[in-house]
């Protein structure tokens, strides 16, 4: 049995099917089931997100029988009365500790590339701290570090593709920040192959001295594009082809917090997502962890070209 969480994500929602069209048995830790779409008939249920890892009635319900736990879900902003910190630093070591006591013999988790303990956002240390414990379990454990992950309808390309509707796309500070773009699903089939090649009970051999085996991948794709010009692309492909307004940085975190005042969760932006803008996500070893495991990462022009599903 494998634990799910961020199901519905832009990982997840491809990860899901091809867990189930392998023969896994999946149960989704999911606030809204609707979400899953015709899949939710096919997998177990619990109810349950980030915001309640707290309650040790729910661990023991979601991971009961769970020999693999594959933690995707985050949180890139707070959602008060919880902040960031609890959302994606302290959930994933209660949910890491649940699974031990639980009996779970696998661990994956999803960090980003440029998590440290010195990062400027919140975002990137929660993450840091979330790696530091997983790497300290005595579970066998993957850890996967992406760059920006994308697809056709994630928030991101969606609020670009609105902005393009501007005479120009604003963007926050300079917009030079670097990234390898990586399509989620190219990041789903990699960990479809960690699964079935890496794994003591997927077909990998544990360790003699009986240690717990780690894994670790970056994952990247094939081009290195700042924000600017990311941001520029999606306009382009949505037939919209703008400028960028590169917008102060004081600006933008005046203008954010003060809607955020007025419109509170619902803002289309924060400035702590703003600010996620500003930290590169580029791996030394480029797209070699990705090829590792068996996927020629796609640019994110081509993809983004193509219509959904097709």
């Known amino acids: 049995m494998i634990l799910l969480t961020g199901a519905t994500g832009s990982i997840g929602s491809r990860l899901l099917p091809r867990l189930l069209a392998s023969g896994e048995e999946v149960r989704c830790l999911v606030r809204e089931p ?37 933690h995707l879900a985050a949180s890139i902003r707070d959602q008060p009365p919880y902040r ?14 649940a699974a031990e006591r639980a009996g779970a013999k696998r661990f994956i988790f999803f960090s980003a590339l440029n998590a440290s303990a010195v990062q400027r956002t919140r975002f990137f240390r929660a993450k840091w701290i979330a790696e530091q414990a997983v790497l300290k379990s005595d ?6 570090r992406p760059s920006i992950v ?11 593709r609105r902005l393009s509707f501007l005479p120009a796309i604003p ?14 699903d190219d990041v789903a089939r990699a960990v479809e192959t960690s699964l ?49 307004l590169r917008v102060p940085l ?35 070893t480029g797209t070699s962890d990705v090829e590792s495991l068996g996927v020629s990462p796609r640019p994110m022009a081509e993809v983004l070209a193509e219509t959904p599903g097709a």
């Open 196 to 244: 079935a090649r890496d794994g003591r009970n997927g077909g990998g051999r544990p360790r003699t001295d009986g240690s717990p085996i780690r894994h670790q991948y970056d994952l990247a794709g094939p081009e290195t594009l700042t924000y600017s010009e990311m941001s520029e692309l999606v306009g382009l492909l949505a037939g919209r082809p703008r400028p960028v």
């Open 139 to 144: 579970l066998d454990t993957t850890i996967f």
């Open 150 to 160: 994308f697809d056709h309808s994630d928030p991101w390309i969606t609020l670009v």
């Open 171 to 184: 963007v926050s500070g300079r917009g030079d920040s670097r990234y390898q773009p990586i399509w989620a």
């Open 34 to 70: 609707r979400r899953l779409g015709d899949r939710r008939v096919e997998v177990q249920i619990t109810m349950g997100d980030l915001r309640e890892l707290s309650d040790r009635y729910l661990l023991r319900q979601a991971l009961r029988g769970v020999e693999t736990v594959i």
């Open 84 to 97: 960031v910190e609890e959302l994606n630093g302290l959930a994933t070591v209660r949910l890491l500790e």
């Open 250 to 284: 004081p600006l933008v975190h005046l203008g954010l917090t003060g809607l955020h005042r007025i419109f509170k969760e619902a803002l289309f932006a924060t400035w702590q997502e703003a600010e996620l803008m500003r930290v590169p996500m580029v791996s030394a």
